[in-house]
T-cell receptor, first 113, second 116 residues
Framework: AQSVSQHNHHVILSEAASLELGCNYS??????LFWYVQYPGQHLQLLLK??????LVKGIKGFEAEFIKSKFSFNLRKPSVQWSDTAEYFC???????????FGTGTRLLVSP | DTGVSQNPRHKITKRGQNVTFRCDPI?????LYWYRQTLGQGPEFLTY????????KSRLLSDRFSAERPKGSFSTLEIQRTEQGDSAMYLC??????????????FGPGTRLTVT
């Protein structure tokens, strides 16, 4: 079965610091990868996605992620975080013909002003 | 607002009671998913509908759980004889269905169930 690992469960950064959140998946075939974000009190929103093509994908709010097939990784990055980036971030992979999502356990990011 | 909506947003019930949640997907979306999220975990897949047909169910979905999507529009998730372990956030998501094309899923706000 497919699985997703997010090794950083809690991250605390100061504003303007750079961010990198790790995500590794276990699946050897074609993958479709996502990062979702959940701001406090809000529902899950898509941050960015990778289906094919350029392995460096850009999402909303200055986020980007790089798909490295050889490392089974899809790490999320942002060069300079803001207080408003405080949220929980979930990496997910499509699994199976019905395209259900398999999520990691999430990373809680706290950005201090 | 044309996003995915879920009702109720919060439900507190006593152990042993039955509860029902409703999800209204984005109107043109054929695919509808239910997930469950517990504290400190990512959402876990429960079941999937393609139009009105329930095509996949997770092993997490015990016999006490049943889901329907009678007309291929809204869906309901019922839990019978609730247990404290059922306390969680129940999420609904929808996406379009176009053969051979993958789309992202759009999530609703969830229904938070607390079983006392």
């Amino acid at each position: 079965a497919q699985s997703v690992s997010q090794h950083n469960h809690h991250v605390i950064l100061s504003e303007a610091a750079s961010l990198e959140l790790g995500c590794n998946y276990s699946y050897g075939g074609t993958v479709n990868l996502f990062w979702y974000v959940q701001y406090p009190g809000q529902h899950l929103q898509l941050l960015l996605k990778y289906f094919s093509g350029d392995p460096l994908v850009k999402g909303i709010k200055g986020f980007e992620a790089e798909f490295i097939k050889s490392k089974f990784s899809f790490n999320l990055r942002k060069p300079s975080v803001q207080w408003s980036d405080t949220a929980e971030y979930f990496c997910a992979v499509i699994s199976g013909g019905f395209q259900k999502l398999v999520f990691g356990t999430g990373t809680r990011l706290l950005v201090s002003p | 607002d044309t996003g995915v909506s879920q009702n109720p947003r919060h439900k507190i019930t006593k152990r042993g009671q039955n509860v029902t949640f409703r999800c209204d997907p984005i109107s043109e979306h054929n695919r509808l998913y239910w997930y469950r999220q517990t504290l400190g975990q990512g959402p876990e897949f429960l079941t999937y509908f393609q139009n009105e047909a329930q095509l996949e169910k997770s092993r997490l979905l015990s016999d006490r759980f049943s889901a329907e999507r009678p007309k291929g529009s809204f869906s309901t998730l019922e839990i019978q004889r609730t247990e404290q372990g059922d306390s969680a956030m129940y999420l609904c998501a929808s996406s379009p269905l176009v053969q051979g094309i993958t789309y992202e899923q759009y999530f609703g706000p969830g229904t938070r169930l607390t079983v006392t």
